[in-house]
């Protein structure tokens, strides 16, 4: 990394926001369902979660028990060829067929994310952009209809959508793992697809093949037309894909923990599942496993069905306990930052767009600061967002400065999410505060400190289980944002005073040891 310092940071925090708890009404679940006709597909009988989104628009989630299944194809790749067509070489990530607890049980949407969900939280319509558009076209459909699927959105948007919604709701919201997404989908079957081998069926079940077969209609339809699976989820084969929080590796399943599998391990892309309405039967399948879209990557049948964990609500969270604290961030802060020298007109990293580049200096750290000329951002409004934070965590920023990074950057737009942190960059929208921006850098920081520790985020899933408290939005099962949601708070509680810092060392001890050791330049042996 290109700086004068590689000091780490003793502390960095995660982006948390108070949860206001709407109105969640638990009822005995009969499928509520669009225009479908036609048997439910099973028992359906469990308890039904409705979420509030505000403007008249609510959620729909069915309770998934805990229990086991058999992940992965059951069949050999001839069989599977035999009974939908295929190429056997697009088979090899689904095996070895393994058996999978889930330990805890979960609610899902009945129905994939409609664009009314998707407004009412985050305000946006990103399947009315230009490119988008244009591709719709090329897909005549019926205008003006909420209960479409939502799509045009990256994995990260998606998870952005889940933050919002935790928030909102004040119930733990996020995309499902690999294994629960086809736990729920199988709904206790072994076979092909959730209803059975018989390939005939699946127009009865799913939106798919395009103009080439299935219903030969070549674009998303409304959700909830077609039979839902045995435990009430609707459009679990095709119609739009829907994005898993996993990583995608193709050997995953050779090492993949019995219990909870979730691959947490950064790559290059994003698992997705279901298939689309223009996905062959072979892709439409309970195991296949999309092995080609990066994290960023938007299209026009990209979308989510998210789960939302039972249990603990807001108030029992360390970032509710804490939350008195969260608005007085930064007043204690003595941290200070020096711009000497810039600007320098550049080409930014993500998007290759226009920007203006600065160097700044705080104590010995040296690091960039990159703004995207369309925005009309001010430095000086970076620079005193960033002086909030305790000065230790201006490694992040010499963390993202190397060369060909952007050190702390900000864009126009990002997809719809406030803020992306990870190993060499920190990217912002404009009104990212000080909060937001520590989040990101605890991201960041946790890939440092992969690279001297690759089981850092395995030690820190442990330190979670000894704690017994939940911190993150996302749920203790994130492990990742649950990492970077304790690192805010340990920031904010850091500036508030020792007697907090106290309080949450007693709160959360083996999670503090952990990140105290992660904020300091990492050591396994430390």
């Keep these: 990394m290109t700086s004068t310092s590689r000091s780490h940071p003793k502390l960095f925090s995660s982006f948390l926001l108070p949860a206001t708890i709407l109105t969640v009404a638990l009822l005995a679940f009969e499928p509520v369902v669009f225009g479908q006709a036609g048997d439910p597909g099973g028992d359906t009988v469990s308890k039904d979660l409705s979420l509030d989104l505000g403007k008249g628009v609510s959620m729909k989630l069915v309770h998934i028990p805990a229990g086991k299944f058999k992940m992965g194809n059951n069949d050999t790749p001839p069989e599977t060829i035999k009974k939908v067509g295929g190429k056997e070489e697009n088979l090899s990530d689904e095996y070895p067929a393994h058996e999978v607890t889930i330990s805890k049980p979960f609610y899902m949407g009945i129905y994939e994310l409609t664009q009314a969900q998707w407004k009412a939280v985050m305000g946006t319509e990103p399947w009315m952009t230009k490119t988008a558009l244009g591709y719709a076209r090329a897909q005549p459909r019926p205008g003006n209809i909420d209960d479409y699927p939502a799509v045009w959105m990256s994995s990260y948007d998606a998870i952005e959508f889940c933050r919002k919604l935790s928030k909102k709701t004040g119930r733990t919201v996020s995309l499902p793992t690999e294994a629960q997404w086809e736990y729920a989908c199988r709904a206790g079957s072994t076979t092909t697809f959730s209803f059975g081998d018989e390939l005939s069926k699946l127009i009865d079940h799913g939106w798919y093949g395009g103009l080439a077969t299935g219903q030969k209609e070549d674009y998303a339809h409304r959700v909830g037309q077609r039979k839902p699976n045995a435990w009430g989820l609707y459009d679990m084969h095709g119609n739009v894909w829907e994005f898993c929080s996993d990583w995608y590796d193709k050997d995953f399943y050779s090492r993949s923990p019995s219990v909870d599998p979730e691959n947490t391990t950064e790559t290059d892309l994003r698992c997705l599942r279901s298939g689309s ?97 369309a925005t009309g951002a001010k430095l000086e409004q970076l620079v005193k967002r960033l002086e909030k934070l305790p000065s230790s965590y201006m490694s992040a920023c010499v963390a993202v400065s190397d060369k060909g990074e952007d050190g702390i950057a900000i864009y126009a737009n990002l997809g719809g999410a406030r803020a992306h942190g990870g190993k060499g960059y920190i990217n912002l929208v404009p009104h990212a505060d000080a909060l937001v921006i520590a989040h990101e850098a605890g991201h960041t920081l946790e890939q440092v400190a992969t690279q ?64 105290e050791k992660i904020l300091n330049p990492y050591s396994p042996q430390a």
Aim: with cysteine; net charge positive.
């Design 452 to 515: 001297s520790d690759p089981k850092i985020l395995d030690k820190w899933e442990e330190a979670i289980k000894a704690d017994n408290i939940s911190v993150s939005d996302y749920g203790d099962k994130v492990r990742h944002e649950d990492l970077a949601e304790f690192a805010q708070v340990y920031a904010v509680c850091l500036d508030a005073g020792p007697e907090h810092l106290e309080e949450l060392k007693k709160l959360s001890p083996t999670r503090f040891a952990l990140w």
């Design 277 to 373: 309405f223009h996905s062959v039967p072979a892709v439409s399948r309970s195991s296949q496993r999309a092995r080609w879209v990066g994290p960023k990557q938007v299209r026009y049948n990209y979308g989510i069905r998210v789960v939302v964990a039972t249990g603990a609500s807001a108030k029992d969270k360390l970032k509710s306990h804490f939350k008195p604290i969260f608005e007085k961030f930064g007043q204690n802060s003595t941290t200070k930052i020096k711009v000497v020298s810039g600007p320098e007109a550049v080409q930014m990293r993500n998007g290759r767009v226009a920007g203006k580049q600065w160097i700044a200096t705080s104590g010995d750290y040296r690091f960039k600061l990159t703004i995207e000329d």
